[in-house]
């Protein structure tokens, strides 16, 4: 198994406080990616990382931030919490980008926001 | 853009029956398709994959072939067990600077399997 670590896997807190997430690899792969998983939507991708300190948009970004400092550490924030935000978020790695390389996912955090 | 459909769930199965679930793809490029499993509980895992059209990814005695002139990547297992419970997700993977490697999925098929 790729080894991803999120954490925490489990938090609760209130509506405008800020939270972030934690993702820690051990494979030095070089992309990271951060989704969220909510009924009836699959996974989502929020944002990307292509290096260290190289970070990007996805699809769904709004109310969220990233920052890599150093290869293994990916942390997402939600600057001030809505419930909108309660969701299962995956951290995910790459190796590379070629089409045929799979991504390995974490085990999750789940977030509920009240 | 690039999106992937999956048959509505839930599935319901009884030991040892024939399972389908149904993925369907548009893309923009020439994509790799993948089906992933989640167990309750725990993150997404790579069940098997396909890079380009008749192959067959297999794993586990789940099988999918992509299909180019369908669009299509179906997961089938001719004898399913309690222990395959869990949420099937198709996606795929898109080459190009513009998709910066990320996977799109469909939207997840719960599959219950009773003995």
């Known amino acids: 198994d790729a080894g991803i670590t999120q954490s925490p896997r489990h938090k609760v807190t209130e509506t405008g406080t800020p939270v972030t997430l934690r993702c820690h690899q051990t494979?030095?792969?070089?992309?990271m990616y951060w989704y969220r998983q909510d009924p009836g939507h699959g996974l989502r991708l929020i944002h990307y990382s292509y290096g260290v300190k190289d970070t990007d948009k996805g699809e769904v970004s709004d109310g969220y931030s990233v920052s890599r400092s150093k290869t293994e550490d990916f942390l997402l924030t939600l600057e001030s919490a809505t419930s909108s935000q309660t969701s299962v978020y995956f951290c995910?790695?790459?190796?590379?980008?070629?089409?045929?390389?799979?991504?390995?996912f974490g085990d999750g955090t789940r977030l509920s926001i009240l | 853009g690039d999106s992937v459909t999956q048959m509505e769930g839930p599935v319901t199965l009884s030991e040892e029956a024939f399972l389908t679930i149904n993925c369907t793809y548009t893309a923009t490029g020439y994509p790799s398709l993948f089906w992933y499993v989640q167990y309750p509980g725990e993150g997404l895992q790579l069940l098997l994959k396909?890079?380009?059209?008749?192959d067959k990814g297999s794993n586990k005695g789940f099988e999918a072939t992509y299909r180019k002139e369908t669009t299509s990547f179906h997961l089938e297992k001719g004898s399913v067990q309690v222990s395959d419970s869990a949420v099937y997700f198709c996606a795929l993977r898109v080459g190009g600077g513009t998709s910066y490697g990320k996977l799109t999925f469909g939207q997840g098929t719960i599959l219950t399997v009773h003995p």
């Open positions: 494979e030095n792969h070089r992309y």
């Open positions: 995910a790695i790459s190796e590379s980008l070629g089409t045929n390389q799979p991504q390995h």
């Open positions: 396909a890079t380009k059209a008749d």
